[in-house]
C-alpha cells in the first residue's frame, strides 16, 4: 500500500512521524509492504511555494491508498484577512479527495475519566461516532465582500445529504443502531432538506432507530446524558462545533483521531488536534491522536481490521499503564509513549 | 409602565404567570404602578388566528415599555415543513422590535453545584455573560428550496456587527473588563468582517481586554476553562449553540433568564428554556428563568435596580433553602416556589 503524508505545521511532523513509524511496525509484524511518500501542505507550504496546497502534494494524495495528515496552520499565517492561509489547503484536499464523510469516534478511556470536565457518572459507557459531512455546507458555499456586508451561503443538494447520512446508517447497523441527526430544521432551509433525506432513508433502514435533534438542544444533550448516543450524523458546521465540544470531554484533544472517507477506500486520516505552535519542536506533543489515525487508516482504507485492532489495543495499554505525555497528567514525551505503543504492537 | 405579556404555549402560561406575580409584589412593596395586557403568541395564536405572530399582538408590544414571553411551540405544531410554525412569531417580534442583542447570563449557584454535569471545581467562580446577535445572520438571510437544493444566506452589515459588539464592550466595562468575540473567521466571510469590527472598536475601549477565540474552539474551552470568561459576544446561530451549551452547565435550563434589548430602552425577555410541552399543565415547571427575566425586565428597560436586585436575591435565597422543583433536585411545584419567592421579596 502507498500512503502519502502530509506532516503540515507545529507539531504536524512530530506526531505524524510517530504514527509512520507504527505503521511500520505494524508492516513489519504482519509482513506488508508500505510505502511512505511525503509532502507540504498548510503554512509550511505557502512559505515553500506560495500555495497552501501545491499542485505536486495534490497529486500525489490522488494516487495514494491514503492520506495521513498532521496539521495545519500557525501564528506565522493566523492573519484571517490574509489572502493565502494554511486552511484553505486543508479545505482544498478535502473537496478535490471528495471526502464527504468525516468520523470522529469518542471514547473516554476509564483510566484517564478524572481528567474529564464532566462527572465521573456522566462518562461511564460514553462511545458516540461522530460523522460530519465534510464537503458542503457554508464551508465551501459562495461568500461575498463588499466594503461594509459580508455573505456567506450554506447550500446543500439531496446527493450531498443522502450519500453522508446512508454511510451514518451503515455505520449504525454495525454498532449499536441508534442514529441522531442533528439540525436546526425549526430555522434553515438546508437543514428541513436534510430532515427530509433523513427521514426518506429511515424507512429502508428500519432496523436503526432515528431521532432528530436541533443544533442547540444537541450541544446540550451532549453534556447532560452523553451515554445516549450511539452515531451522530450533521452538517459540516455544526459537526465542526459539536466535535470540539465532545472532544472536551475525552480530556486532551490529542487523543482523538479522524477518518475522511468519500466512495472509494482512499481516505485521509488526520488528529483532531491543530498545530498547537506553542508546544511546537519542545517533543512533548501527544501522538495518541495521531497513532489512532493511522489505525482508522489500517481499518478503513486498506482493510486491516486485525492490525487496525492491534494498534488500538497498544494505544489502551499505554493509556492505561504509563508513559504519558503532559496534557493527559505525565511526564513523558512524544517519543516515551512511541516506544511504548511499538513495543506493545510487536 | 405599561408591561404586554405573551405566555405562549406549554408552559409559558405557567411560568409567565408566576413572573407577573413577582412584578406585582415589587410594584407593590416600591410603589410603582404596572400595568400588564395579555396576547397570544406561537402556537396558540395559530390556533387562534392562523397566524403566529398576530398584528394585534405585536402592535401592542409596539406600545408597551416591556415585553415579557413565555416560550412557543409543541408537539402540535412541530412538523418542520409546515407553511406556518410557532417559531416564526417569535423571529418575527425579535425582529420587529429591533432586539439585536440577546443577553443571555450564566451563573452557577454554589447550592446547585451539583447538579451541573461538570466538576465543582471547574464551577467555581464561573460568572459569564453571553451577548448573542439576535436579529441578523443566517437566521434572517435569504432561503431557497427547489426540488433538490436547498441554501440559506448568512447575512451581516458593518452596522449590524458594530451596535452589537459596542453593547458587549460596555456590558463588559461594567463587570471584569475582559470581552472574548467568538467567530469562524478561518472559514467564513461574515466571520472575518465580525472580526474587523471587534479589532477597529477595541481601539476604542482600551479598557477592555479583547480576545478572539474560533466557534469549536469555544465549544471546547466552555468546558475546560469556563471561569476564565467574563462577556462572550457572537454572531445569531453561534450565539443559540453555545448559550444552550453554557446553559447545561447550570444544572437545569429552568434556571436562566435572557433580555433581547435594541436601541431603546424597550426590551423583551424570556426564559431561556422552551415549552416543556411534557410537563405542561402539570404544575411542576421551574418559574426561575421567567422570574429571573422579570429582574432583567426591571433593570434594563424599566430602570429600576434596586428592585431588580430585590428579586434576584429572593430568588438566591430560595435556590438554597428550597422549595425546588423537580428539576433541581426538589419535590415542590410551581406554586410553591412562587409563593417562596414572594414572601423573599416581600
Ligand atoms: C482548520 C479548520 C478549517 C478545520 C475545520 O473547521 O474544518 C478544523 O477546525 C477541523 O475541524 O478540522
Ligand atoms: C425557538 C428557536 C427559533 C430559538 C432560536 O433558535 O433562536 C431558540 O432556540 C432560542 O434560542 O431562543
Chains 1, 2 share one sequence.
Request: glycine share 8%; charged share 20%; hydrophobic share 45%.
Amino acid at each position: 500500500a502507498h500512503i502519502v503524508t502530509l506532516p503540515g505545521d507545529g507539531v504536524g511532523p512530530e506526531v505524524t512521524a510517530v504514527a509512520v513509524a507504527v505503521l511500520e511496525a505494524v508492516a513489519e509484524h504482519y509482513d506488508h509492504e508500505f510505502s511512505f511518500e511525503e509532502h507540504p501542505i498548510g503554512g509550511c507550504a505557502i512559505d515553500a511555494t506560495g500555495e497552501p496546497l501545491p499542485a505536486a502534494s495534490l497529486a500525489a494524495c490522488r494516487k495514494a491508498d491514503a492520506v495521513l495528515l498532521g496539521a495545519v496552520g500557525g501564528p506565522k499565517w493566523s492573519d484571517p484577512n490574509a489572502p493565502v492561509r494554511p486552511e484553505q489547503g486543508l479545505l482544498a484536499l478535502r473537496a478535490a479527495l471528495g471526502v464527504y464523510a468525516n468520523l470522529r469516534p469518542l471514547q473516554v478511556h476509564p483510566a484517564l475519566a478524572k481528567l474529564s470536565p464532566l462527572k465521573n457518572e456522566k462518562l461511564a459507557g460514553v462511545d458516540v461516532l461522530f460523522v460530519r459531512e465534510l464537503t458542503g455546507g457554508a464551508y465551501f458555499g459562495a461568500k461575498t465582500r463588499t466594503a461594509d456586508t459580508a455573505t456567506d451561503e450554506c447550500k446543500y443538494t439531496e446527493a450531498e445529504i443522502e450519500r453522508v447520512v446512508r454511510r451514518a446508517f451503515a455505520l449504525a447497523r454495525e454498532r449499536r443502531h441508534h442514529l441522531t441527526s442533528v439540525d436546526k430544521a425549526n430555522v434553515l432551509e438546508t437543514s428541513r432538506l436534510w430532515r427530509n433525506v433523513v427521514q426518506r432513508l429511515a424507512a429502508e433502514y428500519r432496523d436503526v432507530k432515528v431521532e432528530h435533534q436541533l443544533v442547540d438542544s444537541m450541544a446540550m444533550l451532549l453534556l447532560t446524558q452523553p451515554s445516549r448516543y450511539d452515531v451522530v450524523v450533521t452538517e459540516n458546521l455544526f459537526g465542526d462545533i459539536l466535535t470540539d465540544e465532545a472532544a472536551a470531554l475525552a480530556g486532551s484533544l490529542g487523543l482523538l483521531p479522524s477518518a475522511s472517507l468519500g466512495d472509494g477506500t482512499r481516505g485521509l486520516y488526520e488528529p483532531i488536534h491543530g498545530s498547537a505552535p506553542d508546544i511546537a519542536g519542545t517533543g512533548v506533543a501527544n501522538p495518541t491522536g495521531a497513532i489512532l489515525s493511522a489505525a482508522l487508516l489500517l481499518r478503513h482504507s486498506l482493510g486491516l481490521e486485525e492490525e487496525a485492532q492491534c494498534v488500538e489495543a497498544a494505544v489502551a495499554h499505554v493509556l492505561e499503564h504509563g508513559p504519558r505525555t503532559r496534557d493527559i497528567g505525565g511526564h513523558a514525551g512524544t517519543a516515551a509513549v512511541r516506544d511504548a505503543v511499538l513495543m506493545a504492537v510487536e
